[in-house]
Every structure is written in C-alpha cells, then in structure tokens.
C-alpha cells in the first residue's frame, strides 16, 4: 500500500499560481514542480506531483505563459500533437515561387507553440507570467 497522495488539479494550481507569481518566472517544469511540491509538503507530507502534472495544471491557468526552447532537429515527419500541450497543431503555410502550398512549420491550435520544420523537440519549459 502507498503513502503518497495526490493533491487535487485545484489545490495544485493555486499554488503554481502564487510560486509563478512570486517568482515572475521559472525555468523548467522540474523546478516548478519541485517549488510547488515544496509548498504542498508543508500541508500534507505523503503529497506528491510529477513535473509533467506541474506542467499540464499550469497550461490550463490563463495567467501563466508555458514557453518551450527546443532542440533542433533534421528531417521532421507531420507531427499530429503539441510537445507542449499534447492539442491539435495546425500547419503553417506559405506559395512557393512555383505558386504551390508547402508547409513551412507548425502552430499549436490551444496554447500557441509553433515551430518550424527543423526545431520542434522540446528540452525546457518556461513558466511566465502573462503580461511580463
């Protein structure tokens, strides 16, 4: 039988809030979580969260800004999903001289991450405050 307890999306996002506000920013999902579990600890210590919990919480905060730096990556396939929100991305566009349509890169349909056909592999999450 475990001990650990999972802290309700609610009680978690309140608290990503107050961390992101405080600090103005954090620099990866890992230390988000870590910032926020801290807090969690001080209520429940059998609390515990997943970076990658941490990081689809805070996609679903307005107040919160969920950037991704990326690794460059060669030879990219269509892609059907956002790296960073796992939402529909929708091809970005542009006529060639030859008057036809190639896709150039992609944008995220919900949280607005957009890539072009050679960067799309996320390694780091910023979490920012709207409006900074």
């Known amino acids: 039988m475990s001990d650990r307890k999972i802290p309700s999306e609610e009680k978690v996002a309140k ?6 506000k405080s600090r103005l920013r954090v620099e990866s999902q890992e230390e988000l979580a870590r910032l926020v579990l801290k807090q969690l600890k001080k209520e429940n210590k059998s609390y515990t969260l997943s970076p990658s919990r941490a990081k689809r919480i805070a996609l679903g905060i307005p107040t919160i800004e969920v950037r991704a730096k990326t690794k460059r990556k ?3 396939r269509k892609i059907e999903s956002c790296p960073v929100c796992d939402s529909k991305l929708k091809p ?3 006529k060639n001289l030859l008057n036809q349509w190639i896709t150039v890169g992609y944008k995220c349909t919900k949280c607005g991450y957009q890539s072009d056909l050679e960067s ?3 390694m780091k999450y910023l ?3 709207k409006g900074i």
């Open 15 to 20: 608290i990503i809030k107050s961390v992101v």
């Open 74 to 76: 060669v030879g990219l």
């Open 92 to 94: 970005i566009k542009v």
């Open 120 to 122: 799309f592999i996320p």
């Open 127 to 129: 979490f920012v405050l």
